[in-house]
């Protein structure tokens, strides 16, 4: 991808995100932008790649948009968003791993509470309606699947940091404060 293109594509994603990122991240204290804003920084903090990092930011980018292909709930949202968000970065020219990243963090949802019953626990309301929308705990086979995934040690660090990104009271870097970070990606 040429800089060109590569920045004509940063640009759509962040206007993407300024311009529906602002509503409410159901039933949670911040809104969508907050949320994916806050996600990022999780994981800039606890060390992670910058295709990582980036994943975190655009996880919940399948939220954004409505098409036809989403299957949306007013309560929660796009709950198919985790493949419509990887489809439609892959179409922009995001790598592989991070559409897989973005792909697999509503797995990683399923595959905890299936294996640490601790987990639902600690999820927010809103967390667990989706939950149930997205087909609840995974059962064993697809469990031992997902485990199998070659990525799943980032889904899993991905998921906990989307729980975390919830907090009305932090103050950290902003959306265009990854431009830099997204023009490299797109231009590797």
Same mark, same amino acid.
Not at 115 to 122: D, E, G, I, K, M
């Given at each position: ?55 975190? +930011? +655009? ?48 797995? =990683? ?8 019953? =601790? ?24 469990? =031992? ?12 660090? +991905? ?5 975390? =990104? ?19 990606? +797109?231009?590797?």
């Amino acid at each position: 991808m040429t800089n060109d293109q590569a920045a004509a594509v940063a640009t759509e994603v962040m206007e993407l995100l300024r311009r529906t990122g602002g509503e409410q991240y159901f039933g949670e204290a911040v809104s969508k932008l907050e949320h994916a804003e806050q996600c990022a920084w999780q994981a800039r903090q606890a060390g992670a790649d910058e295709e990582l990092t980036l994943a975190s +930011l +655009l996880h919940d980018i399948g939220h954004l948009f409505d098409a036809e292909q989403t299957v949306r709930d007013e309560r929660v949202g796009v709950v198919n968003h985790d493949e419509m968000g990887a489809q439609w970065l892959l179409e922009r020219g995001f790598s592989q791993r991070l559409a897989s990243l973005v792909g697999g963090h509503v797995g =990683a949802k399923r595959y905890l509470t299936a294996t640490n019953p =601790a987990y639902l626990n600690q999820l927010s309301p809103a967390s667990v309606e989706t939950l149930r929308l997205q087909g609840g705990p995974m059962s064993p086979d697809e469990a =031992a699947r997902f485990a199998a995934t070659p990525e799943v040690r980032d889904m899993l660090r +991905l998921r906990a940091w989307d729980e975390l =990104a919830k907090d009305p009271n932090w103050n950290g870097p902003r959306l265009e404060d990854y431009r830099e970070m997204m023009l490299r990606h +797109l231009t590797r």
